[in-house]
Every structure is written in structure tokens, then in C-alpha cells.
């Protein structure tokens, strides 16, 4: 970038104090032109004048003012609709550079939604309802000419133009068999989730409290790995755009159906433990994943450790330790898998992909896999003196894949839940008090449910 002209895709900003008001607005209308644009970005610590890297920010300039939580804010306050930004990072002789990834517009425009502060009666930076676009200098520019109205709509029109080409296919559509490839990155992505969870738990150990060492070590070897795959008409993955944005709201609507203080795939955004953007091998080829917290970064060991990735090819996996084993696997104690807890589990891995899928025009299945590790002697219990049948799991590891129709987990949820959840249970010998299909039943669900006293966690209407 050094050097460098700066085209109509790209801003160039020097090192600047982004809690000030009028800075804020100024950069509302850069990141406006920039998504009206077609998208681009915006570059923190380069002159806009000699394009030339500055260093380090100055005295009084924390980086924390160029980080993604603050650039959405400005986002949130100035524009609509809000589009997701994201923060990269450009090293260059050994300075990281504030990168900020704008998406292009949608089916509307970005628009100004309120004035920037006052200074000389006038408001700076922007001014509500005008619409924004780069100009050649480059300029920031309200919209005025027919090229620049022709472009911009071209764009809205191309966009919704897929959208409902996407709905149309996936109304009038009869999907094919996931694809072998769908299936085999699928299986990967859950192996690559849960050997690093295994492997995070190793290094844990040694680091927490002595009186903690056994039960992370246990939880490398006894944990689930749950993850489905969003597959299209044509039985292929589906490629997620803006995997942060899309995992943000599915994370807010599933504080309405799968919360208990915590729940799966969230983000958190604390910036030590906020999810980052990487890449891994598969299938043989690079794909990024969004990544949960590490569980080196975790402040506090609780009752059941998790990590999770969602690909930009439209898988998501999570690994849990079990809850049922905190406090270690004590002699005395039945190994088990309670009721509650599984359905919890299954409940939130489902909840996530109905969220997800809700948001991707296309969707026809889901592939859902379970691996569930560390299972042998356990028994099905209700709680830790309550059996559901005292018969115990021979094998140590219990995996399943299950395909469901994409409007079965719409439309019939409890119907698309008992069909995963089922086999699980199935694998717990009845030892004669009958077999899961005589006690399973939504009202079992919600009775379960409903001992997670946060009131977060319930079963979608069908």
C-alpha cells in the first residue's frame, strides 16, 4: 500500500481519535460511499495525501478506537441499513494497519439516517437521508448525476434480481442428495473442530488450579462434537457472505430459545475472546472459519468447556465437554448423559442452523453429524440420582449423520429435533424399562427445559 494512489474502492485515513463526534461522522460518509460503491476499504495509519504508512498511532490514539466493536458503532448511529463491516489487519515493517472491510450495498442503498454534530449551524460529516458515493479524486459525494443513480441501482436490482431467483428455486425446487464433497468436508470440519478442542484442553490442564488439572484433562477425551451443513438445490455446500454478521444475529435470536447465561456459537466481545477469522486446510484446499473463543482465553473453568467454528462453506461445528462430568468422574457417581442436557445440546445446534438458514435464499437441506465421545459405561439419566433406564453404552464413541429437509426444520420443528435427537437415545440399552419412543414427547421436552431457571431456553411453534 505504500505509496500507492488511492482508487475509488479504497480510503486511506491517518491515525485519528475515533471517539470524537464529528471524526465519527465524517467516517459514517466514507464507509457509506464505499458500500454505495459496490464495497472496498478503509485504511487506518496511511496519509491521505502522500499515501504513506505513519507508524505506530501517536500519543493518546489506543488502537481500541479502530477496533470492529467501535466501527460499528458508528455504523449503527449514522446509517441504514446497517451493514456489517469487518477488521482486518495489513502488517507492514512490522506495524499492524486497522483494515476495514466495507460488503457492498444490498437491494437498497445506504443512507443517512441522521445528522453529524452541529459546528457553524451547519452538520458534519453527514446529513440525514442523503445518499453517498465515491467520486474520482477520490471524493466522498452526495448523489447527484444519472451515471452515478444508474450505477447504484444496477447494483440493487442485480441484487434482488439473485434474491428472488434464490427464493423461486428454493420454493419450485426438488433437491438432489447432498453431494460426496458436501459430505466428506462436512465429516472433516467436524474431526478439525474436535481435535483442536482435544488438543486445547491439553494445554489448559497444566495452567488452571491443581484441583482442576484432572477434569480438563477428562473433558479432552468425553465431549460431543455436534455441526451441520447448509446444502443447496444442486446438493452442494452453501457459500456464507459475512459469517461474523450473520453468526451476530443468529446469536440474538438464540437468546430467545437456547440461553442459559451461555450458549452455543457465541460471540463474545471481549477483544481477547472475540471471534476471529482463520484459515484451515479442507478437502485439501484453504477455507476461513470464523472461531469461537479459545479456551486458553476463557476467565473462568466452568461446568462444560466449548469451542466452535462456522466455514464460509456453510458448515458449523461446535465441541462441548459434558456438564454432566464437572466435578470430575467420582467413584460412586454414574458415568451418564442426563435428558436435559443432551436436549439442550441438539436443541441449540438445530436452533442455530433454523437462524442461519432463515437468512441464506437457497437453502434445501441441512446435514446434521453427531460424534459423541468418551460414552462407554454410561447410562440415560434425568439427573444424577434419577435413571432413565440403567442400561449402559457398550461402545466408546457414537457417530451419526441425519439429512432433513430444510422446510421439515422450518416448518415441523419438533418433528426435524426428534429425528436427530432419537438415535442418540436409542443407543442406551432399555434393560427392560422400555424404549425411548415411550417417554419421548414434547411435553418431556419443555418439562426439561423449563429446569433451566434463565426462562432462555424453549421449543419453536410448528
Same mark, same amino acid.
Given at each position: @500500500?505504500?505509496?500507492?494512489?488511492?482508487?475509488?474502492?479504497?480510503?486511506?485515513?491517518?491515525?485519528?481519535?475515533?471517539?470524537?463526534?464529528?471524526?465519527?461522522?465524517?467516517?459514517?460518509?466514507?464507509?457509506?460511499?464505499?458500500?454505495?460503491?459496490?464495497?472496498?476499504?478503509?485504511?487506518?495509519?496511511?496519509?491521505?495525501?502522500?499515501?504513506?504508512?505513519?507508524?505506530?498511532?501517536?500519543?493518546?490514539?489506543?488502537?481500541?478506537?479502530?477496533?470492529?466493536?467501535?466501527?460499528?458503532?458508528?455504523?449503527?448511529?449514522?446509517?441504514?441499513?446497517?451493514?456489517? /463491516?469487518?477488521?482486518?489487519?495489513?502488517?507492514?515493517?512490522?506495524?499492524?494497519?486497522?483494515?476495514?472491510?466495507?460488503?457492498?450495498?444490498?437491494?437498497?442503498?445506504?443512507?443517512?439516517?441522521?445528522?453529524?454534530?452541529?459546528?457553524?449551524?451547519?452538520?458534519?460529516?453527514?446529513?440525514?437521508?442523503?445518499?453517498? /458515493?465515491?467520486?474520482?479524486?477520490?471524493?466522498?459525494?452526495?448523489?447527484?448525476?444519472?451515471?452515478?443513480?444508474?450505477?447504484?441501482?444496477?447494483?440493487?436490482?442485480?441484487?434482488?434480481?439473485?434474491?428472488?431467483?434464490?427464493?423461486?428455486?428454493? +420454493?419450485?425446487?426438488?433437491?438432489?442428495?447432498?453431494?460426496?464433497?458436501a459430505i466428506d468436508a462436512l465429516l472433516e470440519a467436524v474431526e478439525a473442530t474436535a481435535s483442536d478442542f482435544s488438543e486445547q484442553t491439553g494445554e489448559l490442564a497444566p495452567r488452571v488450579a491443581a484441583s482442576d488439572q484432572k477434569n480438563i484433562a477428562q473433558a479432552g477425551q468425553n465431549f460431543s462434537t455436534l455441526a451441520y451443513a447448509l446444502v443447496g438445490d444442486d446438493g452442494e455446500l452453501i457459500e456464507l457472505g459475512n459469517v461474523r454478521g450473520l453468526n451476530q444475529r443468529a446469536s440474538i435470536a438464540m437468546g430467545e430459545v437456547a440461553y442459559i447465561g451461555w450458549a452455543s456459537f457465541l460471540p463474545l466481545n471481549v477483544p481477547e475472546r472475540a471471534p476471529q477469522l482463520r484459515t484451515g486446510r479442507l478437502l485439501g484446499r484453504d477455507r476461513s472459519y470464523l472461531e469461537g473463543m479459545r479456551l486458553a482465553a476463557s476467565a473462568v473453568i466452568g461446568g462444560s468447556l466449548d469451542y466452535w467454528r462456522i466455514y464460509e462453506t456453510g458448515i458449523?461445528?461446535?465441541?462441548?465437554?459434558?456438564?454432566?462430568?464437572?466435578?470430575?468422574?467420582?467413584?460412586?457417581? *454414574?458415568?451418564?448423559?442426563?435428558?436435559?442436557?443432551?436436549?439442550?445440546?441438539?436443541?441449540?445446534?438445530?436452533?442455530?442452523?433454523?437462524?442461519?438458514?432463515?437468512?441464506?435464499?437457497?437453502?434445501?437441506?441441512?446435514?446434521?453429524?453427531?460424534?459423541?465421545?468418551? @460414552?462407554?459405561?454410561?447410562?440415560?439419566?434425568?439427573?444424577?440420582?434419577?435413571?432413565?433406564?440403567?442400561?449402559? /453404552?457398550?461402545?466408546?464413541?457414537?457417530?451419526?449423520?441425519?439429512?432433513?429437509?430444510?422446510?421439515?426444520?422450518?416448518? +415441523?420443528?419438533?418433528?426435524?429435533?426428534?429425528?436427530?435427537?432419537?438415535?442418540?437415545?436409542?443407543?442406551? *440399552?432399555?434393560?427392560?424399562?422400555?424404549?425411548?419412543?415411550?417417554?419421548?414427547?414434547?411435553?418431556?421436552?419443555?418439562?426439561?427445559?423449563?429446569?433451566?431457571?434463565?426462562?432462555?431456553?424453549?421449543?419453536?411453534?410448528?
Amino acid at each position: @500500500m505504500s505509496g500507492k494512489s488511492e482508487d475509488l474502492s479504497v480510503e486511506y485515513k491517518a491515525w485519528m481519535d475515533t471517539t470524537q463526534g464529528p471524526v465519527r461522522a465524517k467516517l459514517a460518509k466514507h464507509i457509506a460511499a464505499l458500500a454505495n460503491h459496490g464495497g472496498g476499504y478503509l485504511i487506518f495509519g496511511v496519509d491521505d495525501k502522500s499515501r504513506l504508512p505513519q507508524g505506530e498511532p501517536g500519543p493518546g490514539l489506543d488502537r481500541s478506537m479502530f477496533s470492529q466493536d467501535a466501527i460499528s458503532g458508528i455504523v449503527k448511529k449514522y446509517l441504514d441499513p446497517r451493514i456489517q /463491516v469487518r477488521l482486518e489487519e495489513a502488517s507492514h515493517d512490522g506495524v499492524l494497519y486497522p483494515v476495514i472491510v466495507v460488503p457492498s450495498h444490498a437491494g437498497r442503498p445506504i443512507i443517512a439516517v441522521t445528522d453529524g454534530p452541529q459546528e457553524n449551524n451547519r452538520p458534519v460529516g453527514v446529513r440525514q437521508g442523503e445518499i453517498y /458515493v465515491r467520486a474520482a479524486g477520490p471524493e466522498r459525494a452526495q448523489i447527484r448525476s444519472a451515471d452515478d443513480w444508474n450505477a447504484l441501482l444496477d447494483r440493487c436490482l442485480t441484487h434482488r434480481a439473485d434474491l428472488l431467483g434464490n427464493i423461486v428455486r428454493q +420454493t419450485i425446487a426438488r433437491p438432489g442428495r447432498p453431494s460426496a464433497i458436501a459430505i466428506d468436508a462436512l465429516l472433516e470440519a467436524v474431526e478439525a473442530t474436535a481435535s483442536d478442542f482435544s488438543e486445547q484442553t491439553g494445554e489448559l490442564a497444566p495452567r488452571v488450579a491443581a484441583s482442576d488439572q484432572k477434569n480438563i484433562a477428562q473433558a479432552g477425551q468425553n465431549f460431543s462434537t455436534l455441526a451441520y451443513a447448509l446444502v443447496g438445490d444442486d446438493g452442494e455446500l452453501i457459500e456464507l457472505g459475512n459469517v461474523r454478521g450473520l453468526n451476530q444475529r443468529a446469536s440474538i435470536a438464540m437468546g430467545e430459545v437456547a440461553y442459559i447465561g451461555w450458549a452455543s456459537f457465541l460471540p463474545l466481545n471481549v477483544p481477547e475472546r472475540a471471534p476471529q477469522l482463520r484459515t484451515g486446510r479442507l478437502l485439501g484446499r484453504d477455507r476461513s472459519y470464523l472461531e469461537g473463543m479459545r479456551l486458553a482465553a476463557s476467565a473462568v473453568i466452568g461446568g462444560s468447556l466449548d469451542y466452535w467454528r462456522i466455514y464460509e462453506t456453510g458448515i458449523a461445528a461446535i465441541s462441548q465437554s459434558y456438564p454432566e462430568d464437572n466435578g470430575g468422574l467420582r467413584s460412586g457417581i *454414574p458415568r451418564r448423559i442426563e435428558v436435559g442436557f443432551s436436549l439442550l445440546r441438539v436443541h441449540s445446534l438445530l436452533a442455530h442452523a433454523r437462524f442461519m438458514g432463515q437468512e441464506i435464499p437457497g437453502v434445501q437441506q441441512i446435514v446434521v453429524r453427531m460424534d459423541w465421545r468418551g @460414552m462407554a459405561g454410561r447410562m440415560l439419566t434425568w439427573d444424577e440420582q434419577r435413571f432413565v433406564t440403567p442400561g449402559q /453404552v457398550a461402545d466408546d464413541r457414537f457417530i451419526h449423520t441425519v439429512t432433513l429437509p430444510w422446510a421439515r426444520l422450518r416448518d +415441523t420443528y419438533f418433528d426435524a429435533f426428534t429425528a436427530v435427537i432419537m438415535p442418540m437415545y436409542n443407543l442406551f *440399552p432399555e434393560a427392560g424399562w422400555g424404549t425411548p419412543d415411550r417417554w419421548f414427547n414434547r411435553g418431556v421436552v419443555e418439562r426439561e427445559f423449563g429446569k433451566f431457571k434463565t426462562g432462555g431456553v424453549r421449543l419453536f411453534d410448528d
